[in-house]
T-cell receptor
Framework: DQQVKQNSPSLSVQEGRISILNCDYT??????FLWYKKYPAEGPTFLISISSIKDKNEDGRFTVFLNKSAKHLSLHIVPSQPGDSAVYFCAATRQGGSEKLVFGKGTKLTVNP | GAVVSQHPSWVICKSGTSVKIECRSL??????MFWYRQFPKQSLMLMAT?????????EQGVEKDKFLINHASLTLSTLTVTSAHPEDSSFYICSAAGTSGRLGVYEQFFGPGTRLTVL
């Protein structure tokens, strides 16, 4: 049973436009969500996170939106840059628990110059 | 963010040998470290959760006798792949986790990964 789903395996956008990466989860116990960026043969790099007490968190070009009722979150990157091309993983956890992160399968973002 | 290092970054070994991978949290005292493996074009698969000074907790389907984990200190965890076989070839990634003093935010930082190839 996949508790965190990223239904789009890939996304291609033009430089300067907005990239929107989506993530859905099924476990209502999750209360903390993270986005990671990963290049091939490297470990994931933390991008941005959001607690379930918020519905939006912004950090520079990156904004994460959380819709708890829909169990859906999204990562917006604007403006997109070629250097943003990577695989983006959505992860969820329950704070105060085992701290395990449950990852989605990732979305490969390609930003074309 | 915190720096997590892994050593070695890549290793090639013969079938039947054991390989040790180190994971160090350089500037972050990690109460918990995690070990993942990633197959090509797949998500990160959690193998085990390691708490300092206690036995690791393995995920279902992961052989604890094959993947030995030791978490000797708040900054060091090791994964030993014993009697490695070609099917153990993978990309192994560790992470260090904890709640930082900064607003009590939970953070988890990943190492750069270790590519293991078993011939």
């Amino acid at each position: 049973d996949q508790q965190v789903k990223q239904n789009s395996p890939s996304l291609s956008v033009q430089e300067g436009r907005i990239s929107i990466l989506n993530c859905d989860y099924t476990n209502s116990m999750f209360d903390y969500f993270l986005w990671y960026k990963k290049y091939p043969a490297e470990g994931p790099t933390f991008l941005i996170s959001i607690s379930s007490i918020k519905d939006k968190n912004e950090d520079g070009r990156f904004t994460v939106f959380l819709n708890k009722s829909a169990k859906h979150l999204s990562l917006h990157i604007v403006p997109s840059q070629p250097g943003d091309s990577a695989v983006y993983f959505c992860a969820a956890t329950r704070q105060g628990g085992s701290e395990k992160l449950v990852f989605g399968k990732g979305t490969k973002l390609t930003v074309n110059p | 963010g915190a720096v997590v290092s892994q050593h070695p970054s890549w290793v090639i070994c013969k079938s039947g040998t054991s390989v040790k991978i180190e994971c160090r949290s350089l500037d972050f005292q990690a109460t918990t470290m995690f070990w993942y493996r990633q197959f090509p074009k797949q998500s990160l698969m959690l193998m085990a959760t390691s708490n300092e000074g206690s036995k690791a907790t393995y995920e279902q389907g992961v052989e604890k006798d094959k993947f030995l984990i030791n978490h000797a200190s708040l900054t060091l965890s090791t994964l030993t792949v014993t009697s490695a076989h070609p099917e153990d070839s993978s990309f192994y990634i560790c992470s260090a986790a904890g709640t930082s003093g900064r607003l009590g935010v939970y953070e988890q930082f990943f190492g750069p990964g270790t590519r293991l190839t078993v011939l």
